[in-house]
């Protein structure tokens, strides 16, 4: 059952092989005829397993940058990571048995019950929602844009009929086959409405906001070189020429995350220096930094500068990478020196949070490195004019994983109906409008600068105003289609 998990996986972004997600056809319909709660779980997380193993073999990469003892940690990152996120899909399992009497009502409760364990998998155990079913609805421009009114994990719900419409298909039961997809249908329809006829067009969105300039900076410093002392000052001045490498002067410049080679405010006079040469009397500058407090915390910030290089506001990052940036009950762990990436210090939650505001009044939305794989940005009364992520791909250099990365951050601008910048130390950089439509990027592994004119945000969303009640309303309406298709058809038999 792995093995068409991991075909099932070629349909994720950035792939898209869609034929793939014909993997999913006799995984449920095997696993729906199944007789007991044991054989079913063990299929569902098979499946799961294999979905998983596929998709995020990348995260191993990050242990080969610096070949140490780190590399102890590659059994977990490659099969134990997989393993115990399938389980999430092993009791969706469980609950399709327990719940439908027949391989019909099954595969409605299977929507139901799969769409639940990748809600419950983005939020308990501090929540990972990387490489779920609802991705793919980013396949097509207008199909994305039904995630401005049902978001990520409504999605899921909507990807999981239309497979299970292929399951009925492959039944020959016509009826339930028509309602399962007419929604994806439908989300079709909403989607060329919405970028076709209910917006305007990105050029005018652009004119509108000649007068502030955004300018993402890309380094492409690698890895295994960012902290050693005999790189410092090439970094630096890589930082710099790129800043300076357009004549027209930019109202704000974006580095990525923990772009520059020290801990705030270790060197402040230095970076003070630095930027007082960089930056103008219209300028600022938004940069990633470590940093520490006063009692020697160590932080993964965002800091916005002003033109004397003092810092003008401060963004904490607020959801950390377990076993990367802090290893969780560190005390307690026998090897607690053992993260993925070698820290032996843990980074800490900072206390700096919300929304940071430029000297224009520009008001940013700063999310670090794998926050903005979370749905629910913030909240729909304090929105920002843009979303900006920091991030460094660094770790996992030409794979899949930066690609991933990019699309989660697309699918956060077409929910929130914002405009969105990525700043990438080596990419994928790049910059949407607020329907999720690209305006600018840099490739991975390349040095460069994009510079954009903020776009236009738009109204709140459906979703960003509603939020959890759409995904509750979603999950009330599948209780009652999958309970009533289950009496029906029980009753039916019982009258045979």
């Known amino acids: 059952m792995a093995l068409f998990g991991m075909v099932a996986s070629l349909s ?4 898209f092989i869609l034929p793939a997600i014909l993997g999913f056809v006799p995984f449920l319909i095997h696993s729906l005829l199944s007789k007991s709660v044991k054989q079913i779980m063990s299929l569902f997380w098979g499946f799961a397993f294999g979905w998983f193993a596929a998709s995020l073999y990348w995260i191993s990469a990050s242990l080969f940058v610096d070949i140490s003892w780190q590399i102890l940690l590659l059994p977990f990152s490659l099969f134990g990571l997989p393993a115990f996120l399938a389980i999430f899909w092993a009791f969706a399992g469980l609950f399709v048995f327990i719940c439908g009497k027949t391989i019909i009502s099954r595969l409605l409760f299977s929507v ?29 421009v ?14 899921a719900f909507l990807i999981l009929l239309f497979i299970v419409s292929l399951c009925f298909l492959y039944l ?22 919405r970028i076709d006829y ?38 630096i001045d890589s930082l710099y020429t790129l800043s300076k490498l357009n004549k027209t002067s930019a109202s704000l410049i974006i580095w990525p995350e923990a772009a520059y080679p020290s801990i705030w405010p270790n060197t402040k006079k230095e970076f003070n220096d630095i930027v007082k040469k960089i930056l103008d009397n219209k300028s600022e500058l938004l940069s990633g930094m470590l940093r520490f407090d006063l009692d020697k915390k160590l ?57 940071l505001y430029t000297k224009d009044d520009i008001k940013l939305g700063i999310f670090i490195c794998y926050e903005i794989i979370f749905p629910v940005l913030f909240s729909s009364k304090d929105r920002p004019d843009i979303i900006v992520n920091l991030t460094n791909d660094a770790w996992f250099g030409k794979t899949l994983g930066p690609y991933q990365h990019l699309s989660q951050a697309r699918l956060r601008s077409i929910e929130e109906g914002l405009p969105l910048v990525r700043v990438a130390n080596t990419g994928i950089s790049a910059a949407f409008d607020y329907k999720g439509i690209l305006v600018g990027k840099i490739n991975l592994s390349e040095k460069g600068i994009l510079d954009i004119l903020l776009p236009l945000k738009q109204e709140a969303t459906i979703y960003s105003r509603y ?3 759409i995904t509750i309303a979603l999950i009330f309406i599948l209780i009652l289609c999958s309970v009533f298709l289950d009496q029906n058809h029980f009753a039916r038999a019982k009258s045979k």
């Not at 994720?12 to 792939?15: D, G, K, R, T």
């Not at 199909?143 to 978001?151: F, P, R, T």
């Not at 916005?304 to 904490?316: C, P, Q, R, V, Y």
């Open 12 to 15: 994720l972004p950035p792939l």
């Open 112 to 140: 139901l019950f799969i769409g639940l364990a990748e809600l419950g998998r983005s939020v308990l155990f501090t929540g990972f929602p990387w490489n779920s079913p609802s991705h793919l609805i980013l396949t097509h």
């Open 142 to 155: 207008y199909l994305s844009q039904i995630a401005s009114v049902i978001g990520q994990n409504g999605s």
């Open 172 to 193: 020959r039961s016509w009826k339930l086959c028509f309602l399962c997809i007419m929604p994806f249908i439908i989300s079709v329809f909403y989607g060329y409405w």
């Open 198 to 235: 209910a917006s305007v067009p990105i050029n005018l969105e652009l004119e509108q906001n000649s007068d502030y300039l955004i300018r993402i900076v890309q380094p492409n410093i690698p890895q295994n070189q960012r902290w050693k002392p005999e790189y410092k000052d090439q970094h």
């Open 299 to 355: 932080y993964n910030s965002a800091i916005l500068f002003d033109t004397n290089g003092e810092s003008a506001g401060i963004i904490d990052k607020q959801k950390r990478v377990p076993f990367g940036e802090y290893i969780p009950f560190r005390d307690n762990f026998p090897f607690k020196n053992l993260s993925l990436f070698g820290n032996k210090m843990d980074i800490n939650i900072g206390p700096n949070k919300g929304l």
């Open 467 to 469: 939020r959890w009640k």
